[in-house]
């Protein structure tokens, strides 16, 4: 199984991006997907999650009110939906396939996933 990121691009502090994410794969076993994010010279941080079973998202601080996800558990794909963009949301952006059931906390951690995509990356300037 593999998953792709795309949609990724530059754009002005402000603006908005559709990030997707898709799997190879359309009935492969996962409780949800996540969007992950590094920025140059930063470790890989935590976006955005969605739980199939609700569903159910959930938000870092830093994105809360600003970007939504959503997605499909039928077609296994994700959007995240990146509004009022801060060039401090600079950063290659990864989806990620939640497989080992996590919820609450757990969905912000990086062992929980699988299946990682190459990443899209997106330039915020001010």
């Known amino acids: 199984v593999q998953l792709q990121a795309s949609g990724g691009g530059s754009v002005q502090a402000g603006g908005s991006l559709r990030l997707s994410c898709a799997a190879s794969?359309?009935?492969?076993?996962?409780?949800?997907m996540g969007w992950f994010r590094q920025a140059p010279g930063k470790e890989r941080e935590f976006v955005a999650a969605?739980?199939?079973?609700?569903?159910?998202?959930y938000y870092a601080d830093s994105v809360k009110g600003r970007f939504t996800i959503s997605g499909d558990s039928a077609k296994n794909t994700a959007i995240l939906q990146m509004n009022s963009l801060k060039p401090e949301d600079t950063a290659v952006y990864y989806c990620?396939?939640?497989?080992?059931?996590?919820?609450?906390?757990?969905?912000?951690?990086?062992?929980?996933?699988?299946?990682w995509g190459q990443g899209t990356k997106v330039t915020v300037s001010s």
């Open positions: 794969e359309r009935t492969f076993s996962n409780y949800g």
């Open positions: 969605i739980t199939w079973s609700g569903p159910r998202t």
């Open positions: 990620a396939a939640n497989v080992r059931g996590a919820r609450g906390a757990r969905v912000t951690r990086e062992y929980e996933y699988a299946y």
